[in-house]
């Protein structure tokens, strides 16, 4: 079935590593794709997105890269830190048109990874 | 600017109760969405309103219901409560036109 998938379920890396996050999906019609942070006690954070009809985006300290031959994503956080801990979740957004326009709000969401940043 | 707001953030029911939880999404957001997170099936789809309509619904049974007033801020309800509710209930406003969903920090429902 489609789905969104991880393929670790948790990451421990020294501070100042780079850390990479997997994250696997099904359905070759997904058109977007956002990587979420989210922290003990609170709701998840955007961090990155990127869409179809590109291979890489770059933010602060932050990668996506998106491979669409093997619908496989990933997040690359450069030096990362002790506040970087908490869980990653990729998620799909797939596009659909009804007669209210264009969704968005509908995210299928992978797993989760939950990343250990030790001092 | 303020967040996305969620009440209430902890609440306790007994099976067979009813529970209505209220998101104000951030101003100018006129698309909320909701999402159950449990520690078993992660983040699910639960449903998305834009303009007081129901746009799209996830695999949820019809105990899970939701609306959204004029100011775009959404309540969904969960009738004849299950121990199985208890999760943590997210919602989610954004622009329409950039998809950008910003996330409250929750209403976390315990049903005993």
């Known amino acids: 079935g489609e789905s969104v998938g991880l393929h670790l379920p948790t990451l421990s890396v020294q501070e100042g590593d780079n850390s990479i996050i997997n994250c696997a999906y099904s359905n070759s019609a997904s058109d977007y794709f956002i990587w979420y942070k989210q922290e003990s006690g609170k709701g998840p954070q955007f961090i990155i997105d990127?869409?179809?009809?590109?291979d890489k985006r770059q933010g602060q300290r932050v990668t996506v890269l998106l491979n669409k031959t093997v619908k496989h994503l990933s997040l690359q956080i450069a030096a990362t830190q002790p506040g970087d801990s908490a869980v990653y979740f990729c998620a799909e957004n797939r596009r659909s048109s009804n007669a209210g326009g264009t969704s968005y709000g509908k995210l299928t969401f992978g797993q989760g990874t939950i990343l250990t940043v030790h001092p | 600017k303020a967040g996305v707001t969620q009440t209430p953030r902890y609440l306790i029911k007994t099976r067979g109760q009813q529970v209505t939880l209220s998101c104000s999404p951030i101003s100018g957001h006129r698309s909320v969405s909701w999402y159950q997170q449990t520690p078993g099936q992660g983040l699910q789809f639960l449903f998305e309103?834009?303009?007081?309509?129901?746009?799209n619904k996830g695999n949820f049974p019809g105990r899970f219901s939701g609306r959204q007033f004029s100011n775009s801020r959404s309540e969904m309800n969960v009738s004849t409560l299950e121990l199985g509710d208890s999760a943590l209930y997210l919602c989610?406003?954004?622009?329409?036109?950039?998809?950008?969903?910003?996330f409250g920090e929750g209403s976390r429902l315990t049903v005993l």
């Open positions: 309103y834009f303009s007081e309509t129901q746009r």
């Open positions: 990127i869409r179809s009809n590109m």
């Open positions: 989610a406003s954004s622009f329409v036109t950039t998809g950008e969903l910003f």
